[in-house]
């Protein structure tokens, strides 16, 4: 019985500290989602009561030389319901998901989908250039690149000789 207990302990254990270790990796992509059911049909009602308040919109940032590149998944969107801002060094993603539904018939059993209004802000590891920031979309992910300012570029600095 010991042993038993023993491994069971070494297992929980190991299912804590994976937990943990995702919990800590994804807390920055975890959204709120507000909705508003305001004019929506029943069907949409009950949806947007069943679905959560919250979502993972996971981002990768990367730096090189020259710029800060970021891919942001926000599924089931189109480019005119995303908005993107920049603020110094903090990049802001907003918009509206809206619910979509194939068909009127039928009960949910199982609402994992979050809609509504959201917000993802995200830190850039430099200064960017705002203005000269490309953006795509395609396949639910947000592409961007984002020229880093001159004064964030790094540079060889001769050395003269004494």
Same mark, same amino acid.
């Given at each position: +019985? *010991? ?33 508003? &059911?305001?004019?929506?049909?029943? &069907? ?10 919250? =979502?993972?919109?996971? *981002?990768?940032?990367?730096?090189? &030389?020259?710029?800060? $590149? ?5 599924? =089931? +969107?189109? /480019? ?14 907003? !918009? ?9 018939? !039928? ?17 850039? /590891? ?5 203005? @000269? ?6 396949? !639910? ?7 880093? @300012?001159?004064?964030? $570029? *790094? ?5 003269? $000789?004494?």
């Amino acid at each position: +019985m *010991a042993t038993l207990r023993d491994n069971l302990g070494r297992a929980w254990d190991q299912v804590q500290a994976g937990w943990n270790h995702l919990v800590q990796k994804a807390s920055d992509a975890l959204t709120r989602f507000t909705s508003s &059911d305001d004019g929506a049909d029943e &069907d949409t009602r009950t949806l947007l009561r069943l679905s959560p308040d919250w =979502g993972l919109l996971a *981002a990768e940032v990367r730096e090189t &030389d020259k710029d800060v $590149r970021v891919r942001l998944e926000v599924p =089931g +969107m189109q /480019p005119g319901d995303i908005e993107v801002q920049v603020h110094g060094k903090l990049l802001s993603v907003s !918009g509206e998901k809206q619910v979509q539904r194939e068909s009127d018939k !039928g009960h949910y059993h199982v609402t994992e989908c979050a809609y509504g209004r959201f917000e993802r802000q995200i830190a850039l /590891p430099a200064d960017v250039d705002a203005d @000269a920031t490309d953006a795509d979309y395609q396949s !639910g992910v947000l592409t961007l690149r984002l020229p880093k @300012a001159s004064s964030a $570029r *790094a540079r060889r600095i001769p050395i003269n $000789r004494a």
